[in-house]
């Protein structure tokens, strides 16, 4: 993970400040217990300083690297701990959501859930690792949640998917692997094409759309999506473990074994 201006700016501060107190045995105490100022350095003195915690850096900056990957630890696991909270406080919006379907076995024993957007490429190379695992495994329960993030024409698409699934759910999948499976760009346009080669008319939909309308459903995606912690589609939900990206079918059966065999992605 590559840090940014202002974080190289923190990574350098720190590392000024750990040589600072190593070099000089300075203690840094809280300002209501710090004593009135006293004038300890001149300018000259200062100057010279700065020249050797200079020289000292240049000398070995391998510090400067393992300040870094302590901040990106601690990062990473303040993500963690957030992610985690928030698959705690979230559960039934993410695994029983009204706005969703669930393919697969609806009384699966473990819950995949896919947030995604139907011009995501990714997601596209996507739907066949979603296939592989329902076909592989028949207690499997697997959630799309529909997550409209790459422009207007990912939304005027999923806008129409959703009234898509309220008016015939059992037609969903077909949909959803139609739409997803295409190599041209999804639109509001190709959209309606494929559910009226399903049975339902752009009228019904449009009734749908206005009846009915998606905002409820996006602004619950939307704001899971940003609690877990995810940046881009698609991105799972497999027991515990939110995972950002297509890590492919393998990777996501390994996890699902792990939570029948105990009760974890890792054991």
């Known amino acids: 993970m590559a840090l940014s201006a202002s974080k190289i700016g923190i990574v350098a501060g720190v590392a000024f400040v750990a040589w600072t107190v190593a070099a000089t045995g300075l203690v840094l105490l809280p300002k ?34 393992e300040v870094q990957d302590a901040l990106e630890k601690k990062y990473r696991q303040a993500q963690a701990e957030k992610a985690s909270a928030a698959l705690k406080d979230n ?60 422009g207007p ?11 898509f699934r309220k008016i015939a759910p059992e037609k969903y999948g077909e949909f ?29 939909i449009r009734a749908m759309m206005a009846a009915k309308p998606a905002t409820q459903a996006f602004a619950e995606a939307n704001q899971l999506a940003l609690s877990l912690g995810f940046t881009g589609t698609p991105a799972y939900v497999v027991g515990d473990q939110p995972i950002g990206g297509a890590v492919g079918s393998q990777a996501i059966g390994e996890m699902v074994a792990n939570i029948r065999g105990c009760g974890k992605t890792t054991c």
């Not at 100022?37 to 000259?44: E, I």
């Not at 050797?52 to 510090?63: F, G, Q, S, T």
């Not at 499976?181 to 346009?189: F, H, I, M």
Request: glycine share 6%; proline share 4%.
């Open 91 to 150: 559960k039934t919006a993410l695994f029983q959501s009204e706005h969703d379907i669930a393919l697969g076995n609806p009384q699966g024993d473990v819950t995949i859930v896919e947030f995604f957007d139907y011009n995501c490429g990714y997601c596209r190379k996507a739907l066949a690792d979603m296939d592989k695992i329902i076909a592989s495994d028949k207690n499997v329960r697997f959630v799309l949640k529909e997550w409209p993030i790459l």
């Open 176 to 204: 959803h692997r139609a739409l997803m499976g295409s190599q041209s760009r999804a639109t509001e346009e190709s959209a309606l094409e494929t559910a009226e080669a399903l049975g339902v008319s752009e009228a019904e």
């Open 32 to 65: 209501a217990l710090t004593p009135a100022p006293v004038q300890v350095a001149d300018a000259g003195n200062d100057a010279a300083f700065g020249a050797r915690v200079k020289d000292y850096l240049v000398a070995n900056p391998e510090i400067m690297l």
């Open 153 to 163: 024409d990912s939304e005027a698409t999923h806008v129409v998917s959703d009234a």
